[in-house]
């Protein structure tokens, strides 16, 4: 009976630090994306780690986006980019983990790529050091290298 209550304990801890991760990473992005307006970054099941703005809808677009996505190339997409007037959309998958940014007209698509993916990478922990360093460490969120 102890070993379920030190599991969920565990999966409880985990998914905090998830989360803490994932608040950390979309902290940076903003900081250094003059052009983001909004993003999010969301878990294996749908669920929104991060977000700016409301949770529910970041889920509920991201899952019609990505099925939108999906049913016109016949098969799961990697990425979704959309250009309008009014702006753009980024949409990326990468090892269980999925990001959305809303970016101002003429975002740089290559760099914005990059960066979400480098984003998710660093979560899913492909990389031996992280981008990004978490709130323990530094008072904001800091690039590597930055001396924080």
Same mark, same amino acid.
């Given at each position: 009976? =102890?070993?379920?209550?030190?599991?969920?304990?565990? !999966?409880? *801890?985990?998914?905090? *630090?998830?989360?803490? /991760?994932?608040?950390? /990473?979309? $902290?940076?992005?903003? +900081?250094?994306?003059?052009?983001?307006?909004? *993003? /999010?970054?969301? %878990?294996?099941? %749908?669920?929104?780690?991060?977000?700016? @703005?409301?949770?529910?809808?970041?889920?509920?677009?991201? *899952?019609?986006?990505?099925?939108?996505?999906?049913? $016109?190339? %016949? +098969?799961?997409?990697?990425?979704?980019?959309?250009? !309008?007037?009014?702006?753009?959309?980024?949409?990326?998958?990468? !090892? %269980?983990?999925? !990001? =959305?940014? =809303?970016?101002?007209?003429?975002?740089?698509?290559?760099?914005?790529?990059?960066?979400?993916?480098?984003?998710?990478?660093?979560?899913?922990? +492909?990389?031996?050091?992280?981008?990004? =360093?978490?709130?323990?460490?530094?008072?904001?969120?800091?690039?590597?290298?930055? @001396?924080?």
């Amino acid at each position: 009976m =102890v070993g379920i209550f030190t599991q969920m304990a565990d !999966a409880q *801890a985990s998914e905090g *630090a998830k989360r803490q /991760a994932a608040e950390a /990473a979309l $902290a940076y992005l903003t +900081e250094m994306s003059p052009d983001l307006r909004g *993003a /999010a970054i969301l %878990g294996r099941d %749908g669920e929104v780690l991060a977000g700016s @703005g409301d949770a529910d809808h970041w889920r509920d677009d991201a *899952a019609t986006l990505f099925e939108i996505a999906d049913r $016109a190339g %016949g +098969e799961p997409v990697e990425q979704a980019h959309i250009g !309008a007037e009014q702006g753009e959309v980024f949409a990326l998958r990468h !090892a %269980g983990l999925a !990001a =959305v940014a =809303v970016t101002e007209r003429f975002a740089l698509a290559s760099l914005t790529f990059f960066d979400l993916r480098t984003m998710l990478r660093d979560l899913a922990g +492909e990389t031996s050091q992280p981008t990004f =360093v978490g709130p323990e460490h530094v008072k904001g969120p800091q690039r590597r290298g930055d @001396g924080g």
